[in-house]
């Protein structure tokens, strides 16, 4: 919006936006129009995966067909590749490059001043080789969270055992054993106003680009709680700008949330807790972006996720009645803001049956 708002963009005559936000007639008008001479077509990421810019214009295919320009950094090369395929369809002719900001390269590690200096082949190479070392990072972290989680499962698994044989000692060793391997445990007293926190047990609010589930799936699903490259945990505090408290989220299109019991989040629709409030809830919750079961084109894959029984512990902690769809586009609450608080009741059935609840203080229903 901020680009659209200046006077270079409003020197291009021929111009279009494609929004998720537009309805799935709207959308088809734009995509066809966009591969036609003279056309430019501004849009976000989402539509950078499985959507059809088809050029039957014979003029723009003489002149060498659809030209595509990312304007970011894709998080791995699978979705760059996606973003490439937007062009050159069908066997005809295409191209593509990348303009990109100083700012986005030094995310990466990358020098915008040395980047300058390098022929766009040399600094392509740099820059798939440093998107190709982060993703090698966070495929060691989530091994090593898939190692902790292993070990917390054996930990849970025997703790059961304890109980189910009566064993009051030795569930109690069990317990403590399981309660010090989790990696959070009881929040400190930070309060809205304060600087903002850490995301802890009773205290976190997970948001993500993509869809909340019960597994994990590139670029489609997450898993709540296990972070990854489409979203971020966001602790107790004041955020006056949505944009900074997750941008992660907002970059792969805000699509869901997931609310921590004994945590509160409210979503303000503009900056510095202005606006209308476009969602205010107790956890446990989810929220899922109303967006993926309206449009018939993706509704199929994603909206049977939404309610239906997932596995264990999640089941647990957000079963369906605490689910729901948003009343508006998610899309379209990046620019606003958000407060959480913690000390919130939690259900009796979690402190009884899910070790890192056990330990708050946070009153119970």
């Not at 894709?74 to 490439?84: T, V």
């Not at 902790?148 to 109980?163: I, P, S």
């Not at 309060?191 to 994990?216: K, L, W």
């Not at 509704?299 to 369906?320: C, D, G, M, N």
Request: charge should be negative; glycine fraction near 6%; aromatic fraction near 10%.
């Amino acid at each position: 919006d901020e680009y659209l708002a200046t006077s270079y963009c409003q020197t291009i005559r021929n111009r279009s936006l494609l929004r998720e936000s537009h309805s799935h007639s709207e959308k088809e008008h734009v995509i066809k129009k966009a591969a036609t001479a003279s056309q430019a077509t501004f849009t976000t990421a989402v539509f950078g995966r499985g959507t059809d810019f088809i050029c039957n214009d014979a003029k723009l295919l003489a002149a060498g067909g659809v030209h595509v320009v990312q304007t970011f950094i894709a998080a791995d090369l699978s979705e760059e590749k996606q973003i490439q395929g937007r062009t050159a369809r069908q066997g005809k002719d295409g191209t593509y490059c990348m303009v990109l900001l100083g700012k986005d390269l030094q995310e990466f590690d990358i020098d915008p001043v040395e980047a300058g200096r390098k022929r766009p082949e040399e600094l392509y190479d740099v820059l798939k080789c440093a998107i190709q070392q982060r993703g090698r990072k966070l495929s060691k972290v989530r091994q090593e969270q898939f190692q902790e989680a292993e070990k917390r499962d054996e930990l849970t698994h025997a703790y059961f055992d304890a109980l189910l044989n009566a064993d009051a000692v030795l569930a109690r060793q069990r317990f403590a054993e399981l309660y010090h391997s989790l990696p959070v445990g009881r929040p400190k007293a930070r309060r809205v106003g304060e600087t903002p926190a850490g995301p802890e047990a009773g205290a976190r609010v997970h948001f993500s680009g993509v869809i909340m589930n019960d597994y994990a799936e590139d670029s489609h699903f997450t898993k709540p709680y296990e972070e990854d490259a489409y979203g971020e945990y966001v602790g107790v505090g004041e955020y006056p700008n949505n944009e900074l408290a997750f941008p992660n989220s907002i970059r792969f299109t805000f699509d869901s949330v997931a609310v921590d019991a004994g945590t509160r989040v409210t979503i303000f629709s503009k900056p510095n807790f202005e606006g209308e409030v476009l969602w205010d809830k107790v956890g446990p919750a989810i929220i899922v972006n109303e967006h993926w079961r309206s449009d018939p084109k993706y509704a199929p894959k994603y909206a049977p996720h939404v309610f239906r029984t997932w596995a264990e512990p999640l089941q647990s902690i957000f079963p369906p009645e605490v689910r729901e769809w948003s009343c508006t586009n998610m899309h379209l609450w990046n620019t606003g803001s958000l407060r959480i608080e913690d000390g919130e009741a939690i259900p009796q059935r979690l402190k009884d049956t899910v070790p890192e609840y056990a330990c708050l203080s946070n009153p119970t229903y």
